[in-house]
């Protein structure tokens, strides 16, 4: 079973940065996708970023400029950088990995790990 572990969380001001990180229990060349999604309470949950295999990466239009997600293949690790933190970012955030078999997806999901934006 796929375990997806996320940390980096936590209370920071607006204007400040976090950087998130997400060990997978095996190798991410495993996946066809890695990302980071994220849900505020009452809310749905939205797309962060997302990086699939060869690089190809997407942001939500609410974070396009500020947040950027990379991988370190060695550590198993997908991370995402946030800098310029608005109030708005308060959510949880949650790793999600895609695994293709046979032409079908499975996704994976880590517990989450909780960003707070506020003075």
């Known amino acids: 079973q796929v375990q997806l572990v996320e940390s980096g969380g936590g209370l920071v001001q607006p204007g400040g940065s976090l950087r998130l990180s997400c060990a997978a229990s095996?190798?991410?060349?495993?996946?066809?996708?890695m990302g980071w999604y994220r849900q505020a309470p009452g809310k749905e949950r939205d797309l962060v970023a997302v990086i699939a295999k060869g690089g190809y990466t997407n942001y939500g239009d609410s974070v396009k400029g500020r947040f950027t997600i990379s991988t370190d293949n060695a550590k198993n690790t997908v991370y995402l950088q946030m800098n310029s933190l608005k109030p708005e970012d308060t959510a949880v955030y949650y790793c999600n990995a895609v695994r293709l078999a046979w032409g079908t997806p499975t996704e994976y999901w880590g517990q989450g790990t909780q960003v707070t934006v506020s003075s």
């Open positions: 095996e190798s991410i060349f495993n996946f066809q996708s």
